[in-house]
């Protein structure tokens, strides 16, 4: 994630921010620019600092929930390209499931701002019934819409995220439950996003498709069975060629599971290389750690380079949070096989630039 500054007084803003607690100016995110902007207010809307084309904005609808501080454009709908890919929420007449569809926005705006970066197609089923993208926020809470599901997943462009989620007790119970060791909010929609993006990217082109099944395995391999199989008898020593134990389950989980471990590593390495992050170590025997986080994760060619940053990284991060007490950020090893599937993923999408 980029840092942001206000472009009136300079204060650092973050992501979600829809105020500068220092001026006071209103801000608004401008999808196309990809930034953050402070807002002049105008007789009709708003003039964002950060455009220089004198274009004329005002919130999207969902601003009045406070869930959403994107941009729209003069008189184009009423919900930003975040936010039309909503089909059902949660029930905001009861606090915690606005509260929890806060959580769920926040996450999904996050995942919208890196598919932006890497220039993939954003469609909404609204826009494209069939190949288009659409999400559901679903609590049990509530009577499930009968042509929705209550559990997290992808089908066919529609992706399903629990509302119990957003919520971080009943997460890490379910955590414990699955014995994951990483569960949360922008894993899963990264993870669910990336089923989309393999029918839109992978499954349309005959030569990407072999590509993958030598990488990954053969997806026509039945995955009812699979799964079945998987939560029998998880697979031996599957860090030996998977990110995780549920890669293992079938070929389309295990590009699910490493898609969303390289949306990690590209905004990890945006957010560190906006700080300027260096790693030094004092004992000459740690050199092999030191490195200069500079990348543009987004539009560099050489997936080794990234790499080559990103793992002294999440090793420094991983011991800072064991120094506190606290599980490690990235308790992942990526291992030869996995390196080499991420690196499929990243020639793959360096296409769409």
Request: one cysteine or more.
């Amino acid at each position: 994630m980029k840092i942001f500054s206000c472009q009136k007084c300079q204060q650092t803003l973050l992501f979600e921010n829809t105020l500068c607690e220092q001026c006071g100016s209103q801000l608004g995110f401008i999808p196309d620019l990809i930034t953050l902007s402070a807002l002049e207010p105008t007789e009709t809307g708003f003039r964002a600092l950060a455009d220089a084309s004198g274009r004329e904005w005002r919130y999207c609808d969902n601003h009045k929930h406070n869930v959403c501080n994107w941009l729209l454009e003069g008189a184009e709908g009423d919900l930003c390209m975040a936010c039309e890919m909503n089909r059902h929420i949660p029930n905001l007449g009861r606090i915690e499931q606005h509260q929890a569809w806060q959580q769920l926005e926040f996450a999904k705006h996050q995942l919208v701002y890196s598919l932006l970066q890497l220039n993939l197609p954003i469609i909404s089923k609204q826009e494209d019934p069939e190949d288009g993208l659409s999400f559901d926020f679903i609590s049990e809470e509530n009577v499930v819409p009968e042509d929705a599901q209550a559990t997290t997943g992808h089908a066919l462009g529609q992706v399903t995220i629990n509302a119990a989620e957003a919520k971080a007790s009943d997460r890490e119970e379910m955590r414990e439950n699955m014995q994951e060791s990483y569960r949360t909010l922008i894993g899963h929609f990264r993870h669910e996003v990336g089923h989309y993006y393999w029918d839109q990217l992978v499954a349309t082109d005959e030569v990407t498709l072999a590509s993958y099944r030598a990488l990954f395995g053969d997806e026509r391999a039945n995955y009812g069975e699979s799964l079945e199989k998987h939560y029998e008898t998880p697979l031996e020593n599957w860090q030996d060629s998977f990110v995780s134990v549920y890669a293992s389950s079938h070929p389309w989980e295990d590009w699910a599971e490493t898609w969303a471990h390289y949306l990690h590593i590209v905004d990890t390495l945006e957010t560190a290389s906006q700080f300027g992050f260096s790693l030094s170590p004092l004992e000459p025997q740690q050199s092999q750690l030191a490195v200069m986080v500079n990348i543009n994760p987004y539009r560099h060619s050489n997936f080794e380079d990234m790499l080559a940053q990103y793992l002294p990284l999440t090793f420094a991060v991983n011991m800072l949070n064991r120094s506190m007490g606290q599980p490690d950020l990235y308790p992942f090893v990526l291992v030869p096989a996995v390196r080499e599937k991420l690196s499929f993923i990243h020639e793959l999408l360096a296409q769409e630039w």
